[in-house]
């Protein structure tokens, strides 16, 4: 067994996530600890739903972390809202729909799908006619599926779910801040992130934001725990939900002013997922998009000056991640180890029909910056170039440059 201090290479990052955390959020999680009630740490815990509020471009007052990776968010979101039986209609353009699918379908719910092809998105006319079909409790989609780079347009969709009174979640996870989300103007009742990736964080902290509608239809599970239990506490007059620790009323019970005792609230990543939150409001949501929108531009073209093609609809490509087709007899793993081993870089591959098929490349968060682009682009090219393409000279270097000097 090894004694040796921990001292991992330094990467550059630059696959679908996760990506390089921003130092200022690792010196923040770097603090001391204090108890979960010092009213420094509950002061804390209110900050962070305010600021997330702003990131989340919501008023909704329950606005919290569930403490875990962002697919705690999902699940504690999803379990607390459905119950068995209850009919939930999900659009599959992606892996992350068959997550939802599988989250879904161990909540015990009654499932239902509009499947397209990978690298394209589902258009509201489809949503609403399945709608009007199957009148599902909630729709669950994801907003940016980064195993095909595609961003699903919301807007319409959430004017649908409101006007046929269906509860609209959303997993944002790899769109957040890098492109543009606004929860409440496009009627979202539940969204769930992440931090590592356009919040330039580590993974383990999952924020959410829940609408007066979502919670008003989880409040009919409400549970406390005995032990903690007083006359004043009521249940909820349908069953509980199913998971203890993703119980979403019991958060809330945490979260809020009676701060009746949950769990042990993960300090250092609260930390971190505060800082993440601070810095894109003191950078400005829309400008941090637009930084996203940016670099990814220079990312996309960069990879077409070097002759490569793009996968996907462009039209409705996320800002931070771009799927590249690994060119014709070019070994596209061992491209991506020598960019891991000579350049200490690393892309992504991809899932199920596109695996073996695409590099998927990342401009997120901490990594959403000028060199990180360029020095990306330049290592490919020469990567590229020992495997036997024959990548145009500088090609990419020099139509990532063209964008930047037309902003």
Not at 7 to 12: F, G, T
Not at 145 to 153: A, E, I, K, N, V
Request: proline share 5%; aromatic share 6%; with cysteine.
């Amino acid at each position: 067994m090894s004694s040796q201090i921990i001292n991992p290479p330094p990467r550059l990052l630059m696959g679908p996530g996760p990506i390089n955390a921003d130092p200022r959020v690792l010196q923040a999680m770097s603090n001391q600890l204090i108890g979960q009630y010092d009213p420094v740490m509950t002061g804390y815990m209110n900050e962070t739903m305010a600021l997330y509020r702003q990131v989340f471009n919501t008023q909704n007052q329950w606005t919290l972390l569930v403490d875990g990776t962002a697919r705690a968010g999902i699940e504690a979101v999803l379990v607390s809202i459905l119950e068995p039986g209850d009919k939930v209609l999900i659009p599959v353009f992606g892996r992350f729909g068959h997550l939802l699918r599988e989250i879904c379908e161990r909540a015990q719910a009654e499932i239902h799908t509009i499947d397209v092809e990978w690298g394209r998105i589902v258009e509201p006319e489809q949503v609403e006619q399945a709608i009007r079909t199957i009148r599902p409790k909630v729709f669950a989609t994801v907003q940016g599926d980064t195993s095909t780079t595609m961003l699903q347009p919301l807007q319409e969709i959430g004017e649908i779910c409101r006007r046929h009174e269906v509860l609209f979640y959303c997993d944002a996870t790899a769109s957040v801040v890098g492109n543009t989300l606004l929860v409440d103007d496009w009627h979202l009742d539940a969204v769930s992130v992440g931090l590592q990736k356009c919040l330039g964080g580590p993974s383990g902290s999952a924020p959410i934001t829940l609408s007066d509608r979502y919670v008003a239809e989880v409040r009919k599970r409400q549970h406390v725990e005995a032990g903690i239990r007083t006359a004043q506490h009521q249940a909820g007059e349908r069953p509980r939900i199913l998971s203890n620790y993703f119980d979403v009323p019991m958060l809330l019970d945490y979260w809020g002013e009676e701060r009746l005792n949950h769990h042990t609230e993960a300090t250092t990543m609260l930390y971190g997922a505060r800082e993440c939150a601070r810095l894109v409001v003191e950078e400005g949501v829309e400008n941090c998009v637009s930084r996203h929108e940016l670099h990814g531009r220079a990312m996309l073209q960069g990879v077409q000056g070097l002759g490569l093609q793009v996968f996907g609809d462009l039209k409705h490509k996320m800002n931070n991640v771009v799927g590249v087709y690994i060119p014709e007899g070019v070994n596209g793993e061992q491209v991506r180890q020598s960019m891991l081993l000579d350049f200490n870089i690393e892309i992504g591959t991809s899932f199920g029909p596109l695996h073996g098929k695409i590099w998927r490349i990342g401009t997120m968060g901490y990594n959403a910056r000028k060199d990180a682009v360029l020095t990306t682009l330049s290592a490919l090219e020469q990567v590229l170039r020992r495997a036997g393409y024959q990548a145009p000279a500088g090609g990419g270097v020099q139509a990532a440059f063209e964008v930047y000097e037309r902003g």
